[in-house]
Every structure is written in C-alpha cells, then in structure tokens.
C-alpha cells in the first residue's frame, strides 16, 4: 500500500485566496484524521471522520475551516478566506477503528506545508 | 481523555538505550498507551501502544506501571536516526501534547 497520500505537498498561496487540501487514506481504513502543526501550538486535531461521518470538530479552529469527506477514499480540508495565520503543516491521518472515537493506530501522511502570504 | 506529560528534551548516547517516560495518572481502564515519534519535517510515525502488559517490537519496548499512571518507552540500541520528538499519548482522543525531543549523539 502507498500510505496515506497528501496533496498538494506544499502551497503558497496569498490572504484571502481559497486553499484546498486533499488527502487520501489508506485503502480499507475507516476513520480519518486532520491535524494541523505549527511551532507555538504543536500538533492539534481538527476534526475526525469515521466511516466518512464527521464525529469531532470541535478542534476547528472557526467557520474559515470546513472539512468534507465524500467517500471512504478522498477527503478534504477547505480555508476560504485564507489569512496568514493559517499558515502551517497540515497532516491526514487514518486508522482502522472498530468503534466510533476508539483509538486505533494512526498512519499519517506525508504532510501540506501551507504558506499564505 | 487523559491527559499526559513528558519531560521536554532528553539526550542520549549512541548505542546506549533511551528511556523515555511519560506520566498518565487520570488515565481510564480501559484507554491505552500509544507512542508515536517524528523526525523532522515528517509525519507522525506509530511505535508502539499497551494497556496493561509491557510490550516489545522491533523498534522499542513498552513499559507500563501496574497502577497505569506511567509509562517508559525503550529504545534499547539508541541510534543518530533515532533523534526525533517522541510523543505519548493515551487512547480516546487524538491529543498530542509537546512530546520528548530526543537527541542521539555520537
């Protein structure tokens, strides 16, 4: 198996602008997982999907984030409008979970390095 | 969920094995212990995770305390490649806290 793909690896975009993140999971996995990394605020959970249902988002951080997951293969976070501060790593993640909110292990992708001027 | 500590940075010399501990004391029965680690600019990388029973692969040893309030994960034959932050985290939400910087040297 590939992993967990990402795209697009890296991104430079300007304030204001919509940025789209896509990842996919590893085949026969049923839970995914967004988290975003910076240098002041470490890795954070934005939202979970489990059997392509959003079951937490309370780690999104306001309503410029919106994050969809349409089928058991593709998923994607959304920022419109863009600002600086978004600026970060942003990592997909899934696991195979055997209950909504059980912890199983993750497999991370390979990360979006977004940069928004 | 519980939450966990870990001391900030730890150093260790090559081929010697590294101790890394980790501190869950409001963690429920039946959540378990799982160690990620990322070398830089990567994603996360799963290790190894426990309940109850220590546990061993082929990268490293789980140790957890019979009251479950902590752990140590053992890296036995610490290499230069090893250098990475180490994360410990208790199963239920994905929380990762600022995890261990460990430092390999020659």
């Known amino acids: ?117 | 969920d519980a939450k966990t500590t870990q001391p900030p940075s730890m150093d260790c010399a090559e081929g010697r094995a590294a101790n890394l501990p980790c501190n869950h004391s409001t963690i429920s029965g039946n959540e378990y212990v799982y160690w990620y680690r990322q070398i830089h600019s990567q994603g996360p990388q799963y290790i190894i995770h426990g309940l109850k029973n220590n546990e061993t692969n082929e990268m490293a040893s789980l140790i957890i305390t019979e009251d479950r309030k902590s752990s140590t994960l053992i890296l036995p034959h610490a290499t230069l490649r090893d250098t990475a932050v180490y994360y410990c985290i208790v199963a239920g939400k994905s929380t990762f806290g600022d995890g261990t910087t460990l430092t390999v040297k020659p």
């Not at chain 1, 839970?31 to 780690?59: A, H, K």
Request: aromatic share 10%; glycine share 6%; with cysteine.
């Open chain 1, 1 to 117: 198996d590939a992993g967990v793909i990402q795209s697009p690896r890296h991104e430079v975009t300007e304030m204001g602008q919509e940025v789209t993140l896509r990842c996919k999971p590893i085949s026969g996995h049923n839970s995914l997982f967004w988290y975003r990394q910076t240098m002041m605020r470490g890795l954070e959970l934005l939202i979970y999907f489990n059997n392509n249902v959003p079951i937490d988002d309370s780690g999104m951080p306001e309503d410029r984030f919106s994050a969809k997951m349409p089928n058991a293969s593709f998923s994607t976070l959304k920022i419109q409008p863009s600002e600086p501060r978004d600026s970060a790593v942003y990592f997909c993640a899934s696991s195979l979970a055997l209950l909504a909110g059980a912890q199983e292990t993750q497999y991370f992708g390979p990360g979006t390095r977004l940069l928004v001027l």
